[in-house]
């Protein structure tokens, strides 16, 4: 009887941790085969021993960068950055079709190259609870992104550094000039498809080498909350005409981040129109220099809403601060690195006085 109970206790025991951490197994097996994918024959695999923990010996949600929904125990966030570090990998997009309750993939900084079949993201729509996609820092085709309309239910999307390094563009034949009209004509027909998402609020194409022909088409994304754009080369091709259409249909768009694009003080006009819906606007690091002109200078000076307002790394005189004075919202401002002279004053900013 006494052993009757012991073994009884033992097995519950063992049992216990299936309570706490365990996953589904059918999930466990397509972890595993993530794994076997990820870590075949490439030379330099898991470069950040990511997969060491991946092992039947543990429950698979206590796995490194998995994480499970706390109820139905199925996978809710998979993170796979810088996983493999092996140049023109072909990702298998049916290694995450199982997780049926997955909220959040990040696949950045894999350099997986461009042979993707181009419907791949398109089957990832049986996923109706992605919310998060992150797929910076490779090397997929641009037909293939494109298939990412079909993601309905999409709220974030990262597209960041598809410029760096790609063998395809930085063909030696090839000028800076030239590889950046190239990328940027790729992905305006990505932006084109991604006006299907009505429910994206987040959209990162930082670092991409893009110029200011892209801007009218991301005005068909009109549900963004936040537009990262830093990085670029909004500078080159602005139309001002389609910007203010553009504007007019981003009517939610309350952070945008223009940092690092060589703007001037005439080619900040076209964002500021917008300024009286913004939250954030980060203008650092740009071509901005002296006083602004009267146009932009009244255009800042309407900025009601703004909360944020980020200008670091330009050369600016003090004659910037009066154009300051209608922000009345405003809770941070970040004048670092310019030229406003030992005795600038804040006076007439409400928070700064
Ligand atoms: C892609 O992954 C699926 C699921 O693991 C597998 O059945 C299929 O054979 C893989 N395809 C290729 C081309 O490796
Ligand atoms: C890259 O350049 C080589 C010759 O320099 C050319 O044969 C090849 O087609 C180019 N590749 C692309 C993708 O433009
Ligand atoms: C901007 O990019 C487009 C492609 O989208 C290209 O046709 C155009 O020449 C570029 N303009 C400038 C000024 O670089
Ligand atoms: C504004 O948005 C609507 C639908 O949201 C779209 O049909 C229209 O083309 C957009 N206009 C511009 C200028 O992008
Ligand atoms: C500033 O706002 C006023 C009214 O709110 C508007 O008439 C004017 O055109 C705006 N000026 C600029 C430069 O945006």
Known sequence: MYLFWMLLLVHHVLQQPNGCFA????????LLDIKSAFTRQEINADPYSIFESWNKNMECCSWDRVHCSPTTKHVRSLDLHDSIY???????????L???ELRSLTLSYNYFNNCIPSNSFGRMAKLDNLEYLDLSGNYFDFKALSSLAALGSLKALSLRDFWMENEFFTN??????????MISELLINVVVALSKLSKLKYLDLSGNYLNGTIIPYLGGISSLKTLDLTNNNMNEGLDHL?????????SKLDNLYLLGNSLNGMKIIPFLIIAP????????DNNMEGSLSFKACQALSNMSRLENLY?????LNEKIIPCLVGASSLKSLDLFQNKLGERFSLKGLVKYE
């Open 23 to 30: 996953c589904v197994e059918q999930e466990k097996i397509a």
């Open 277 to 284: 819906s913004l939250k954030t606007l980060d203008l650092s």
């Open 86 to 96: 092996s140049y023109g990998y072909t990702l298998n997009i049916s290694l995450f």
């Open 311 to 315: 200008l670091s790394w330009n050369s």
């Open 98 to 100: 199982p997780f049926r």
């Open 172 to 181: 030696g034949s090839l000028n800076v000039h030239k590889q950046s009209q």
């Open 242 to 250: 389609n910007a203010y259409q553009l504007w007019s249909n981003m």
